[in-house]
T-cell receptor
Framework: KAGVTQTPRYLIKTRGQQVTLSCSPI?????VSWYQQTPGQGLQFLFE???????NKGNFPGRFSGRQFSNSRSEMNVSTLELGDSALYLC????????????????FGPGTRLTVL | GNSVTQMEGPVTLSEEAFLTINCTYT??????LFWYVQYPGEGLQLLLKATKADDKGSNKGFEATYRKETTSFHLEKGSVQVSDSAVYFCALSDADQLTFGKGTKLSVIP
């Protein structure tokens, strides 16, 4: 079974631009979560989508947004990029929403490395 | 809110040495606890998990026991290998989200 895929793997943007990252979950998985990983802050939860609805959101500004399509694929958008947005953005998929401990094992993709210049 | 504290390292060990990475947590309720591993250039992989107090998770020679009384979930391995070199993350999950520790980088030298 194919794993979680993320595109692109690497991205370089300049301040003020916007960027869209894509995540394709494992087949049959309906929950997609996004995380930002930086050396200073570690892994921080951005948001979770389940069945096309945002189920939960972390403590990030409104410049960070996302959506999920009917096939469970998800996109994350960051507008008006800042230098501090440089990070590895990880996507994870699971069958059920987070919190259902019996079934919520999350499978992570390889990440998109975003560099903002 | 929930939080996870783990020793930040880096940790450098010789092959076949004993490994302990400490992890403590703060949470309301009864979270599930996890250890994830991230190999260079890759995403996170679930290493082991425990869903209730006194559960022991184990995988690939790694073990961790859910200790509710000390709110801890320390990772141990009796004999590390060079291939275990990676970053290890302790995490907890409650009804809302997965919360991670800052990660511990482990380097194992031959």
């Amino acid at each position: 079974k194919a794993g979680v895929t993320q595109t692109p793997r690497y991205l370089i943007k300049t301040r003020g631009q916007q960027v869209t990252l894509s995540c394709s979950p494992i087949s049959g998985h309906r929950s997609v979560s996004w995380y930002q990983q930086t050396p200073g802050q570690g892994l921080q939860f951005l948001f979770e989508y389940f069945s096309e609805t945002q189920r939960n959101k972390g403590n990030f500004p409104g410049r960070f947004s996302g959506r999920q399509f009917s096939n469970s694929r998800s996109e994350m958008n960051v507008s008006t990029l800042e230098l501090g947005d440089s990070a590895l953005y990880l996507c994870a998929s699971s069958r059920a929403p987070q919190g259902l401990t019996l079934y919520n094992e999350q499978f992570f993709g390889p990440g998109t490395r975003l560099t903002v210049l | 809110g929930n939080s996870v504290t783990q020793m930040e390292g880096p940790v450098t060990l010789s092959e076949e040495a004993f490994l302990t990475i400490n992890c403590t947590y703060t949470a309301t309720g009864y979270p599930s606890l996890f250890w994830y591993v991230q190999y260079p250039g890759e995403g996170l992989q679930l290493l082991l998990k425990a869903t209730k107090a006194d559960d022991k998770g184990s995988n690939k020679g790694f073990e961790a026991t859910y200790r509710k009384e000390t709110t801890s979930f320390h990772l141990e391995k009796g004999s590390v290998q060079v291939s275990d070199s990676a970053v290890y993350f302790c995490a907890l999950s409650d009804a809302d989200q997965l919360t991670f520790g800052k990660g511990t980088k482990l380097s194992v030298i031959p």
